[in-house]
């Protein structure tokens, strides 16, 4: 097995009963979630941030896996925090995004709730009519990472992005956007105005198909796409704690008035 890059590591904490489990992007790896895990830890609550298969390695690893690995990675996951905590919360960015709103889909009353930041539900019209028969001919293309407003950060993931690897996060957006109207959980969503790789269309997407009733958009407005490393992204930790502890506070006993 290749080694992992330094800061590529997956993050596991053990806290409260309640438990949190972070998805990153597509070529990313938990780099660029660790803030937001470490923010969430800090405050007690129990933290999974996985490295998913292919991932936080080099390129070539990414080209050996598919949609359904990286999913099995998170659904495995989501297992173990379901075994251990009372209430588990879903979170992602870009992809980790579509893998968190996928297990709440999929997993009904498991999942108390989910957070997404620019999550991705479309793979670019051009490049996708390509794919099928372009990875065939061309190996890999310029990656996507680094679109962060913020001077002095980067973003530990990919230069290059492999055409296969591409063509299964086209076909798991397919997925992903089928699976939408079964989301029935508390949503909180958080966008960037200025989004390099993912277009607001996205949300806007997310927001329209599932059936979540209790809904919460946030615009962050100076932050690219990987605003979990950029300007905004002490609001995404604060807000999503927020989000959190408010659906996890235990309910009020109701008590039944006895006859007088």
């Keep these: 097995m290749p080694p992992i890059l330094p800061g590529a590591e997956p993050f596991h ?14 070529t990313g790896s938990p780099q660029s979630l ?17 490295l998913l298969p292919g991932h936080g390695t080099r390129w070539e690893d990414l080209e050996q896996t598919s949609w359904e690995d990286w999913y099995a990675t998170v659904d495995r996951e989501l ?11 879903v979170c992602g960015l870009s992809m980790g995004g579509a893998l968190a709103l996928r297990l709440a889909a999929r997993h009904g009353d498991v999942v108390s709730g989910v957070v997404v930041v620019n999550p991705a539900a479309t793979f670019p019209r051009a490049e996708g009519y390509a794919l099928p028969l ?11 990472t680094d679109d962060i ?13 492999p ?9 798991f957006c397919r997925v992903v956007r089928s699976d939408l109207p079964q989301v029935t959980q508390p ?18 997407l997310v927001l329209g198909r599932v059936s979540s009733t209790d809904v919460t958009e946030t615009v962050l407005e100076r932050s690219f796409h990987v605003a979990t490393l950029d300007h905004d992204a002490e609001r995404i930790f604060a807000d999503s704690y927020g989000f ?17």
Aim: glycine share 10%; aromatic share 6%.
């Design 149 to 161: 407003a913020k001077e002095g950060r980067h973003e530990l993931g990919y230069a290059r992005v």
């Design 187 to 204: 949503l909180l969503l958080l966008r960037s105005r200025t989004d390099h790789v993912v277009p607001p269309s996205d949300s806007a």
């Design 34 to 50: 660790r803030p937001w895990a470490e923010y969430l830890a800090g405050r007690g609550l129990t933290v999974s941030l996985p």
């Design 13 to 26: 904490r053990d806290g409260s009963t309640t438990g949190v489990l972070l998805c990153h992007g597509f």
């Design 134 to 144: 372009g990875r065939f001919l061309l190996r890999s293309v310029k990656g996507i």
């Design 163 to 171: 055409t296969r690897a591409a063509y299964a996060m086209r076909n």
């Design 244 to 260: 959190i502890t408010r659906l996890a506070a235990p309910r009020p006993a109701v008590h039944e008035k006895g006859l007088q």
């Design 79 to 89: 297992r173990v925090l379901s075994e251990r905590c009372e209430r588990v919360f």
